[in-house]
Structures are given as C-alpha cells and as structure tokens.
C-alpha cells in the first residue's frame, strides 16, 4: 500500500513563496509517476504540476506555468512543490498523488492520494 503526507502548507502573502513536500511509504517510490494537485472552496480538484518516474518530464497547468517547479528525490522518497510568485487564486487544498502506470499522462489516473495540506495566499 503507498501512503503519502504533505507537509509545508501554511498563510503566505501575495508575492511570496512556499515549497510543499509530500514523503511516501512504499519501497518501490522510483516505479512511480508523481503529481500535485489543488482544490479550492467550491471547486473541483484540479491538476497543478506531474513529473515523471524519472524525473525526465515535467508537465504544468497553464495557471501555475513559469511560478510553480515540481521535483522529486527518489532517494528520500519524496516529491516537492516550489510555489513562487503566489496569488490569492492559488489558495486550496493541495494534495499529492502517485500512480504506478508510467505511461499513462502526468496530468491525470493516479490511484494514491495524500490527505492534503492547506494554501491561503493573502491579498
């Protein structure tokens, strides 16, 4: 079974930055495709960022294209988040994924979700 915890939410202001951090429990961690995802108030979850097994190919949401890097460390077994250039629209819950299927698109199918951790982003 994979488990995955986000950690490094927090209130942040406009303009500034924060990096999330997602561990995994499984033995395998470099086997799998990784993604962050986010979901506001009243809206649906939507993909943010996904990297490949790895670490090759990146893929982003065009809101968050040019301020937002994923990478991962396969040796701790662990995905990250780098948020620049924060707006209040990037305000939600952000929740980490992983998916064993390496071929499948990093934007979507992934089969294990971490609890979530908070965003607010202040005007």
């Known amino acids: 079974q994979v488990q995955l915890v986000e950690s490094g939410g927090g209130l942040v202001q406009a303009g500034g930055s924060l990096r999330l951090s997602c561990a995994a429990s499984v033995r395998t961690f470099s086997d799998f495709r990784l993604g962050w995802f986010r979901q506001a108030p009243g809206k649906e979850r939507e993909f943010v960022a996904g990297?490949?097994?790895?670490?090759?190919?990146?893929n982003y949401a065009d809101a968050v294209k040019g301020r937002f890097t994923i990478s991962r460390d396969n040796a701790k077994n662990s995905v990250y988040l780098q948020m620049n250039s924060l707006k209040p629209e990037d305000t939600a819950v952000y929740y980490c994924?992983?998916?064993?299927?390496?071929?499948?698109?990093?934007?979507?199918?992934?089969?294990?979700w971490g609890q979530g951790t908070q965003v607010t982003v202040s005007s």
């Open positions: 994924a992983a998916d064993i299927r390496t071929w499948v698109n990093l934007r979507f199918g992934y089969d294990h």
């Open positions: 990297i490949s097994w790895n670490g090759d190919s990146t």
